[in-house]
């Protein structure tokens, strides 16, 4: 039997090209989650020169944007970051759904990944704690994530 993992705190981003899409949608949240993708991208040694951040109006339209630029064949992995609350909409279940739903669509269409950095939360508060409070930074995970797929999806047959 084999077994094949990468050490996710090594991942060398030396040369990967790597695409960030952030929502502005709970702005003062994605902000954050953006800066923390960047800063992780860039302690990796990705060169900022190779990250391409690309904004979009809100976390539904999250999954085509991820799409068009895993299709591009210029990106080695693409990072969706949004914040979407409860308390600010009835159509929570809707937007978050259907930006999971099309962002994990999006990278099994492409064989691209692409990472779900989308906070689901029932308040605000619960999203501030997830932009480095209580619960960690998830734009700093979700940059994590990125560089570990692609250098996994590299090294498997
Ligand atoms: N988009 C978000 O990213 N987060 C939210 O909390 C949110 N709420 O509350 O509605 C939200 N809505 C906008 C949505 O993503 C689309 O931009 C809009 O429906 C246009 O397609």
Redesign the pocket.
């Known amino acids: 039997m084999g077994r094949y993992a990468v050490s996710p705190e090594s991942v060398d981003g030396t040369g990967m090209r790597i695409a960030v899409v952030v929502?502005r949608?709970?702005e003062a949240v994605?902000v954050s989650l953006a800066e923390g993708a960047c800063r992780v991208l860039e302690g990796r040694g990705v060169d900022p020169d190779s990250i391409l951040v690309v904004e979009?109006?809100?976390?539904?339209?999250l999954p085509v944007t991820a799409k068009r630029l895993a299709s591009s064949g210029q990106v080695d992995a693409v990072i969706c970051l949004?914040?979407?609350?409860r308390g600010?909409?009835p159509?929570?279940d809707y937007?978050a759904g259907e930006?999971a739903a099309g962002i994990n669509r999006a990278a099994l269409d492409t064989g691209v990944p692409c990472v779900f950095g989308?906070l689901t939360t029932d308040t605000l508060d619960q999203a501030r704690d997830r932009i480095g409070g209580a619960a960690g930074h998830k734009g700093e995970e979700a940059a994590a994530t990125a560089l570990e797929m692609v250098s996994l999806l590299r090294g498997l047959p």
């Open positions: 929502s949608f709970n994605t979009v109006p809100g976390a539904f339209e949004g914040a979407v609350i600010d909409t159509h929570f937007v930006a989308v």
